[in-house]
């Protein structure tokens, strides 16, 4: 039977083009888009399109944003075979993790991708973004399994896990990366599925639960020289929080100052959920390596392990929204979920 593919446009640069006034890129409708990509009529693939209305400029994405992408997974998953989110990449790796969070139980795949330059540009990057994620949302196995169920960015020739990837250059067409977590395929004549990594449902009929409800009292503190206790204290202690991502040098160290530790138990003691994750790209926190980790361990700081800022935030916002309770909440940050930390 033919494969079908719902894309979700929901904005961003693979989308705009240059208003003659006023000089800016601004977004155009997803017609004009199909107009610029005649190739995708070539699949054997039905291919349906909801177009969010507002288009949006991802850096205006909220979380409500995604709560209304997942309704519209969850509204249409059993129409589809697969899920493409055409998504601006100022804010993809954010959205990506988010995504993986909420969509508990996924059986199919929904893949974003975006691109550095319009598609109606000679040199545009989008064109071959959006006709390999198409072709990556519909591919299924021999046994009529989908080749990857889980929620992925397609950007430059590469799939990654969503939850792993981070935005790291404004600049050129390899926009995005995972540093650690290999490719979950590469495109090049043909598309190469590296199915060790690719996760896989433990049972395929399991049913798609979503999440539609997010706790988004979480505060991020980049730790950095010069940090004044001031600052500090208005991030990690204001009492609209709940949890604090604290951003560390290395492999999870900080300052050993006794007010920088003071004020981290202070958190503690108000109930907080504190968050270890490093600033590096690439490479695990470890608080049991340096005694400036050690520090923050023995303050009730939990490790990240090798999470990403922006998956440790979706991670929070959907474990907060589950459940009041912070000891939950603190169990479950150290599990592997859903792909997000090597464990
Ligand atoms: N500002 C744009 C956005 O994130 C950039 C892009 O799409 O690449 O929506």
Redesign the pocket.
């Known amino acids: 039977m033919k494969s079908s593919v719902l894309i979700i446009y929901t ?4 989308g705009m083009k240059e208003d003659p006034v006023e000089g800016t890129l601004k977004p155009f409708d997803f017609s004009q888009i199909k107009e610029e990509v005649p190739e995708l009529n070539k699949f054997n693939v039905r291919i349906d399109s909801f177009t969010f209305d507002p288009l949006i ?3 205006d994405v909220e979380p409500s944003i995604w709560v209304q992408l997942a309704e519209i997974i969850r509204d249409h998953y059993e129409e589809y075979d697969g899920f493409v989110v055409l998504h ?4 993809m790796a954010y959205s990506a993790s988010a995504l993986s969070f909420m969509l508990e139980g996924l059986t199919k795949p929904v893949v974003f991708t ?1 691109s ?1 330059l319009p598609i109606g540009v000679p040199r545009t990057d989008g064109k071959e973004n959006l006709i390999s994620d198409v072709e990556i949302a519909s591919a299924k196995d021999f046994e009529g399994h989908a080749r990857v169920p889980e929620v992925c960015i397609y950007f430059d020739s590469q799939l990654l896990r969503g939850n792993r990837s981070t935005k790291y250059s404004a600049e050129a067409f390899n926009a995005f990366t995972s540093p650690n977590c290999p490719p979950l395929a590469e495109a090049g004549i043909s598309i190469r599925y590296n199915t060790d990594v690719i996760r896989k449902p433990v049972y395929w009929d399991t049913m798609l639960r979503v999440q539609t409800h997010l706790d988004t009292r979480v505060a991020i503190l980049k730790v950095h020289p010069g940090m004044t206790p001031q600052v500090m204290r208005s991030v990690i202690a204001d009492p609209l929080t709940r949890a604090c991502i604290i951003e560390t040098y290395g492999s999870g160290n900080a300052l050993t100052k006794p007010w920088f530790l003071d004020l981290i138990k202070e958190a503690d003691h108000m109930g907080k959920i504190l968050l270890n994750v490093t600033q590096c790209k690439s490479g695990t926190v470890n608080m049991d390596l340096y005694a400036t980790g050690a520090g923050l361990k023995h303050v009730g700081v939990l490790s990240g392990a090798d999470i990403t800022t922006e998956a440790a935030l979706g991670k929070l916002f959907s474990l907060m929204g589950r459940s009041d309770n912070n000891q939950w909440v603190k169990t479950m940050l150290e599990k592997n979920l859903c792909g997000e930390i090597s464990k």
């Open positions: 904005g961003g640069t693979i400029d991802s850096s601006g990449t100022d804010t975006g550095q």
